[in-house]
């Protein structure tokens, strides 16, 4: 069965360094999104990304965050300068469109020290 | 922001009996409704959705019912088993594709 992959698994950085969060998205899938679970907490929305822009993005996506499809299959969520509280699990989600479930992949756990 | 709530934080159950998790939503615009039942160091995984035009969605063991004047939801599943032990989300949405918002989790213990 075709699945959404993320790498790393896990990241460790440094407080204001930028770190590439990237995701595989299934092959004929055409929205993707990312969430993200700090620990204890809810999953929650931060952006979505239709035909190569971001189609909704929630008030956590802020400045410091960007989405792109550099290559046409990778899907990477960047974080220009990491502050503490961006330490969570960030899953990557695609799907078919219309009334299609979205699909997660594992998680990235990011861990900002 | 609790746009999508699940009271309960935990629920234990025998094996072999029906496991009820409950969901209850306070965004009128939400139309389409997924579990996703979640184990630790995994993503979620999609279990089953229903949309807002029915009042049941049933999937082998699983079954989804939405009240839409009550804003409720809930998912049955019957026989319950042990490997169906994890953490369940119900999440919402204001259309097919859009951004879904979560609710808490309920952790389900089925007892063999």
């Known amino acids: 069965e075709p699945e959404v992959t993320q790498t790393p698994s896990h990241q460790v950085t440094q407080m204001g360094q930028e770190v590439i969060l990237r995701c595989v998205p299934i092959s004929n899938h055409l929205y993707f999104y990312w969430y993200r679970q700090i620990l204890g907490q809810k999953v929650e929305f931060l952006v979505s990304f239709y035909n190569n822009e971001i189609s909704e993005k929630s008030e956590i996506f802020d400045d410091q965050f960007s989405v792109e499809r550099p290559d046409g299959s990778n899907f990477t969520l960047k974080i220009r300068s990491t502050k503490l509280e961006d330490s969570a699990m960030y899953f990557c989600a695609t799907t078919a469109g219309g009334f299609n479930e979205q699909f997660f992949g594992p998680g990235t756990r990011l861990t900002v020290l | 922001d609790q746009q999508v709530k699940q009271n309960s934080p935990s629920l234990s159950v025998q094996e072999g009996r029906i496991s009820i998790l409950n969901c209850d939503y306070t965004?009128?615009?939400?139309?389409?409704f997924l579990w996703y039942k979640k184990y630790p160091a995994e993503g979620p995984t999609f279990l089953i959705s229903i949309s807002s035009i029915k009042d049941k969605n049933e999937d082998g063991r699983f079954t989804v019912f939405l009240n839409k004047s009550a804003k409720h939801l809930s998912l049955h599943i019957v026989p319950s088993q042990p490997g169906d032990s994890a953490v369940y989300f119900c999440?919402?949405?204001?259309?097919?594709?859009?951004?879904?918002?979560f609710g808490g989790g309920t952790r389900l213990m089925v007892k063999p």
């Open positions: 999440a919402a949405s204001p259309n097919a594709g859009n951004m879904l918002t």
């Open positions: 965004n009128s615009m939400f139309d389409y």
